[in-house]
Structures are given as C-alpha cells and as structure tokens.
C-alpha cells in the first residue's frame, strides 16, 4: 500500500505591504481607549466649569513650564500620569498647575488618590466627588465632545511649532474642533503621536481603576423607563401596527399561484407569514 501524501503548512510569500505593516507593528496597532482615558480626567475636569479657550492657554503655560524644567527629549503632554509623577519630585509644578483653572481637577484627584500617589495635601479645600465622577463620565466615550476636546489639546501641543501642511493642527476655536470632518483626524492624531506615548504610564492608570473599583461608592444605573416611553410614543407603534396589519391582509388575498409554482407559492407564503406574525405579536407584547 502506497504511503499517503501528508499535507504540509502552505508557505505564503508575504507581500511588500506585509513586509511593511510588520516593520512598524508598534505604530499599527490598536490601543484600548479604557486604558488610556484616565490620562485626561483632569483636562475633562477642568472644561465642566470653564471654557475651552481658557483651558487651552492654561494648559500651554502649564506644559511651557515643565518643558522648560525638564528639557527632555519626549516633550511634556500634559497626561495625568507623569504630572503626577513630576509632582512627586518637585512641588513647583503643582503650585504652577493650582494656580490655574485646573486647580481643582488636581485638588480632587490627588484628594480621591493620596493613599496611591503618596502626595500630601498641604492646600485646603471642599472635596467635590461629583466633579470627578462627571470628568470620568464627560469621556468615557472616545468620540465624545469632551473628550476630542482633551485630546486636540495634547496632540495640538505636542505638534506646536512642527511642519502643518494640511493644517490639521492649526484649529484655534471649540467650533473648529468639533467639526464632524475634523474628528477623524483628530482620533487618528492622537492614536499616533499620544496614544503610544512613552509619557503614559499605563500601569499606574491600571492601579487607578482599581482604586477606584475597590473604593468608590456603588453608582446604580438610573431609571430610563421615562426616556423610553418618549422614545415609543415618537415611534407612533399603534399607527404603523394598523398599517402593517392593513398591508399584510392585501397581501394574504394575493393569488401567488398564479405567479409561482405551488411549492415556491407555498414557501413564499410560509415565511411572510412567520416573519409577519412574529412581528404582530412583538409589537403586542410590548404595548
């Protein structure tokens, strides 16, 4: 008996384009945006109770300060983990940061986190846990207004000064941020230049959410039944059930038979049929 022929992996021959997305993997890749979102808690914070204009040039002399202290390769951005890293070796970059608009981001935070940050709290103030519930809330959606604001304003930053041939990072006004044309590039932006950021520290974002699974208190999910309603009452489902039962009784007097073959009349049928009642009795059991 002739030994069988044992199939072998078949070699593919990557292609130039493979060859190239492998080469730069680290820049293809995709990012988790849960991970990444408690970078910018602090700026999220800070637009709840003031404009977008006057946290932007808080934020630029904040991040020309450090800048112009630290003098490192990887520019300053301004993401919540490695302030609060520089905070821990040296104060005056609080004090400049408490003397902004910001300054209650960093109060409640560093507050919600002194048993994780290890900072002492040497001002005084009302803790307000609403504010960082509300700054957590304003950006857990990646593509909210808050939170393509906070990520224009680092990426805007970190590209001040470079070549801007298509003038993506010239936009000076909330509007023109905001532009449904301009959101995509702002998310495509920041994946590259923030979002892999050598400045982010994902651990520690990590450490934060567990803090805050361990000790926050348990927020129930609010009641939408009224929102619901409104929602069904738009809809008019007791106008458009009349009308499809109205449609579907035409179309159960048609004589299929003269159209079709008995078989195909008889399936054709069978599934409207099903497809129509199951419907009815959906809309029905939801009245």
């Known amino acids: 008996m002739a030994n069988k022929k044992t199939k072998g992996r078949v070699k593919q021959t990557s292609t130039e384009w493979q060859k190239k997305v492998d080469k730069h993997q ?30 932007k040039k808080d934020f630029y002399d904040i991040c020309d300060f450090v ?23 040296d104060t005056t970059i609080l004090e400049k940061i408490l003397a902004t608009v910001l300054k209650d981001a960093f109060q409640n935070i560093l507050a919600c986190y002194q ?12 803790p307000n846990p609403k504010l960082l519930f ?14 393509i604001l906070c990520k224009y304003l680092m990426v805007q930053y970190k590209h001040n ?12 006004t909330k509007e023109e941020v905001l532009e449904h044309g301009n959101i995509s590039s702002i998310m ?17 974002c990590k450490d934060i959410w567990m803090h805050n699974y361990v000790f926050s208190p348990r927020l129930p999910k609010s009641d939408d039944s009224k929102m ?29 038979l003269a159209i079709y073959q008995k078989f ?15 419907s009815l009795d959906i809309v029905d059991w939801s009245l």
């Open 67 to 89: 800048n112009a202290k630290i003098q490192k390769a990887r520019k300053f951005h301004f993401n919540l983990t490695h302030t609060i890293k520089l905070i821990q070796t």
């Open 134 to 147: 509300f700054g957590y809330q304003q950006i857990l959606d990646g593509r909210s207004d808050t939170s």
């Open 26 to 55: 680290v820049i293809t890749q995709s990012i988790s945006w849960s991970d990444r979102l408690l970078e910018l808690v602090h700026i999220s914070i800070a637009l709840i109770d003031n404009d977008y204009q006057t946290v």
């Open 161 to 172: 000064g470079k070549p801007d041939p298509f003038g993506v990072f010239n936009w000076q």
């Open 115 to 126: 048993d994780l940050f290890q900072i002492p709290i040497n001002f005084e103030f009302s």
């Open 188 to 204: 495509a932006s920041f994946l590259g230049s923030i979002g892999l950021s050598e400045n982010l520290d994902l651990e520690m």
């Open 264 to 278: 195909i009349a008889e399936v054709n049928m069978g599934f409207v049929a099903r497809i129509c009642n199951l």
């Open 228 to 256: 619901e309603e409104e929602h069904y009452t738009e809809m008019e489902m007791e106008k458009f059930k009349n009308e499809f039962e109205t449609i579907y009784s035409q179309f159960k007097e048609l004589n299929l």
